[in-house]
């Protein structure tokens, strides 16, 4: 019953900013024990975890992307947002936002987002 949408840009620069908003429906991000996150797949390429953010609002990074992550959160408006910093080609990719429940359980997604970093 929840649902989860991603929103933002789909071309982005070279060292410019990627910022998403996911936007969810059905389900709180307040409630307890669920978390927030986002994910990505680029062309021909595995799913990468990004980070997620918790319903306290505590935050946590992949290793090797945590220098240009960061996610925040509105709870007035049950959404939440990611921006990665001074991206490359190599950061192209559809963008998920993904609900998580208990042990690395992934329930819900979004349909995804096509986000290309090209000049």
């Known amino acids: 019953q929840v649902q989860l949408q991603e929103s933002g840009p789909g071309l982005v620069k070279p060292s410019q900013t990627l910022s998403l908003t996911c936007t969810v429906s059905?389900?709180?991000?307040?409630?307890?024990?669920?978390?927030w996150s986002w994910i990505r797949q680029p062309p021909g390429k595995g799913l990468e975890w990004i980070g997620h953010?918790?319903?306290?609002?505590?935050?946590y990074y992949n290793p090797s992307l945590k220098s240009r992550t960061s996610i925040f959160r509105d709870a007035s408006e049950n959404r939440f947002t990611l921006h990665l910093s001074s991206v490359t080609p190599e950061d192209t990719a559809v963008y998920y936002c993904v609900r998580g429940g208990d042990n690395w359980y992934f329930d819900s997604w979004g349909q995804g987002t096509q986000v290309t970093v090209s000049s």
């Open positions: 059905g389900g709180s991000i307040s409630t307890n024990y669920f978390y």
């Open positions: 953010i918790t319903y306290t609002g505590s935050t």
